[in-house]
């Protein structure tokens, strides 16, 4: 049998085993032996993608209806200030393409938003790069998805103080399998879950109160939503309510708890279904899963 006339399902087996990251890197000039390669590849290149919030705004407006037809994986990096504007326009831009891709979206699996570790949380409000961005609406566009797994990674960041966002969240984590949350504010109401008729299908959810990168005491946990609470005394709160509902909710088989304990730089883990906690060497994003970290040289301010 000759490459141009291989199975379909071959072929996507091909490309990717390549990989969407070899096939970029080559410019797809290995898919060269016909025209259906390339017909194929594009939508298998479209599945898994990551943007810097700058280039995600500022991409041609044709490129989003593809987006919605083709993407399964899609992650937004914030590198600070310098990447991102604080013009009105532009965030309410980026409310607009979030929702477009979203609403009523079958084939969006996975979405992760997270403030890369190069930003600064001394900067002042104004220049926090999500400090203005209402989600509200996003969230509930979400809600008629069928997205599956949310990572909501804000590294310091503050988001819109206008609203709670915790309570926001926890409507949406019924239909999720699995959830990663790190925010600068943060409260128990984000688990408490609605009870519906419809079973829940959350799996997996892990909160990680720790900020490491942070050249500040006072900043390196989170904080409270509505009360002058942080660090030890939050993840003990988030534990109790952790604990509570792992008891109510069957279908979860990771419920865990992070927080380092200064002046260490290891994590400590609470397994909120087993009640047992553990030390995980070094900082980490997510316990296991995640990519371990350099402690920051830490200076006094």
Sequence with gaps: MTLQNLPLEILCMIIRFIGKDQLRKQGASCLTVCKLWYQIAKPILLEDLRFSVLRFVLAPNHVYPNLRTFLRRLTIDVYGPEDWSTKEEDIVKLNEILISLFERNDHLASFTLRVCKQFEISLVPRQHPLSTWNPIRFLNALGTSKLSHLVVDTYGSQLSRAI????????????????????????????????????????SIIINLSHQHVYRVSAMYSSHCTERRGGLGLYNDMIIKGT??????????????????????????????????????????????????????????
Excluded: F
């Design 164 to 203: 709670h966002i915790c309570p926001q969240l926890a409507l949406r984590i019924p239909s999720l399998r699995s959830l990663r949350i790190r925010m600068y504010r943060i409260c128990p109401k984000i688990l408490e879950l609605p009870q519906g008729d419809s079973p829940s299908q959350i799996e």
């Design 244 to 301: 509570e509902i792992a008891k109510q909710t069957p279908s979860l088989k990771v419920l865990e708890v992070m927080c380092h304990m200064y002046p260490c730089w290891d994590m400590t883990t609470m397994n909120c279904i087993t009640g047992i906690e553990t030390i995980i060497a070094g900082a980490r994003d997510w316990g296991n899963e995640g990519e371990k970290l350099h402690p920051p040289i830490l200076h006094d301010y």
